[in-house]
């Protein structure tokens, strides 16, 4: 047994759902408009957890996914992914809110390769159930909750099968039922949903049940707790069971720019009926038992030498492989691009430890500039920090390290008038609140530049997230130790990347294509 503080996974893991395979958890995660996309993580213990796969590396190459003619996906992509595994196969089901389809993967292994398809129809936050007489229900929406027969090969609604809203939160003038977790548990079916509160912006977490399909859905909220942070509900996410019959639920819980993270909880029954946490609040520790004791896992994010990969052990020794270990387009696991990458922009050398990256379009602020890697932050603080060499750079292009969200900071290296400075940028935001800021079409505003003799120079972003606090501070090391550089970031989750902010690197160009920059040794603490 081991004692487990909250949140589990202190990083942007947001709308989970959670399956166990014999002695293996599986939890897949909403990754919007990043590419690699869909990742599915693993654990032994429902605390721990590691890369296991991403489901596609690109989703179908849209001028958007692309970022091309200024077109873009940000805060859209893929959402709420259902993970389930029925007669040995996988299967995750999701909408992408740019396409407006609905797509189905399937595999026989969580490796895959994944089998792709779509569903007729656009099923929000939908949720996938394999009843036991092989017939197959989807339930999805917002506000009406839709329960729907698909055929049996999952490519539409079945015809004269079960079709009818079940739940209705309609009226509420926050957020209503949505983020759908559908489960069939001792014979009764049961709906989880998160929606907020009518008197107050507060995520709530209800459950509904019924003895049939074509029968009554009732019940109610479940959980209605911040755990003593900031009025910040936790809701929305899957239910497991371990081997031995106990069960638990991962949900999520927002905390500010650095995203919406994840927490456990455990679950009891009582006449057929969850009870999530202790009397419906979520107990400070608890205790979880690991199936494979002893497992060590490789962290969700961490530092990059862009070098070999000899340090990676193989399958025999029951750890991560090497294609695990470099699931993000040969690179680490860890790396997300922030669109569909320009893979002949990009070269890796292992020997030496440079990534370089070549612009390839004009651009006018760093969310409009191909290949963007990033990784998430960190929560309650963090830090990260790389050498850029720009030795190749064009007279007017960027290159560093950014606080990579909708009101984004950077700290980059550029050259001007054949001459290099460092300067620190940002996108103010338009005010504090969750909506979108409009599209990010203009150049970011300078708040510093300083005079480099060299081409070299190391960059460093600060984060402190705490108690939303989210102020990024940003430096630079010219060979003569470390200098703060323009202003204090606030940060902001909104809803134009609807995702936690990253660390970002970045080349971009604003005057002529053709221009690079190098990376090497990233520290991330």
Known sequence: MENNINPIIKLDYPDADVIR???TYYMVSTTMHFMPGCEILRSYDLVHWEHAAYVYDRLDSTPGQRLLENQSIYGKGMWAASLRYHKGIYYVCFVAND????YLYQSPD???????????????????LFDDDDRVYIASGNKDIR???LKSDLSGPKTGGIDRIVVSDEGNPNLGYEGTHFYKVNGKYYLFFIHSLRNEWKRVEACFTSDSLEGEFVGGDVLNDDRGYCNQGV????????PDGRWYAVLFQDHGAVGRIPVLLPVS???????????????EMFDTESTRKGYEYRPLVECDDFRNRGNIVDAASDRMTVNEAFDSFGLKSCWQWNHEPKLELVTNDCEKGYLTITTGKICRNVTQANNVLTQRMRFPTCSGEITVDGSSLNEGDYAGICAFQGCYGMVALTKRDGRYCVVMHERPAENALLQAMKADTEEEIERACIPLESTRVRLKIEVDFDHMKDEAIFSYDDGFGWKSIGIPKKLYFKLDHFTGCRFGLFVYATKNVGGSASFSDFLYV
Do not use: M, R
């Open 21 to 23: 395979v014999e002695d």
């Open 110 to 128: 969580i490796h895959g390769p994944w089998k792709k398809q779509t569903i007729e129809g656009f099923y929000h936050d939908c949720s996938l």
């Open 235 to 242: 809701a929305q996410g899957g239910i497991v069971d371990t």
């Open 147 to 149: 329960l729907v027969e």
């Open 269 to 283: 029954w009582e006449k057929d009926y969850p009870v999530f946490g202790e009397n419906g609040t979520i107990p």
């Open 99 to 102: 396409t407006g389809k609905t």
